[in-house]
């Protein structure tokens, strides 16, 4: 180990920074994505949606790991007035 560089320090925060950085805009990206699936046609060529109840379900699944994500970060700055 480097005596100016915490490897271990500098791990961690690299992992927290992709996962609350880029990790939780993908996952609420996938969360609108499975409300708003692709439209596909049907044999006469009307358009017809395709989200059922298991888009709902992975929507809200993916929205409320967000918003817990959300409530712990406030939670945390919060705690350390």
Do not use: E, Q
Request: aromatic share 6%.
């Amino acid at each position: 180990m480097n005596s100016w560089i915490n490897l271990s320090a500098l791990w961690k925060i690299v992992v927290v920074g992709l996962l609350a950085g880029a990790g939780l805009p993908a996952l609420f990206a996938v969360g609108v994505r499975a409300l708003n699936p692709p439209v596909r046609t049907d044999g006469a060529g009307t358009p017809r949606a395709t989200a059922g109840a298991l888009g709902r379900v992975v929507a809200a699944v993916c929205f409320a790991v967000v918003l817990a994500a959300i409530g712990w970060g406030i939670s945390v700055i919060v705690a350390h007035r």
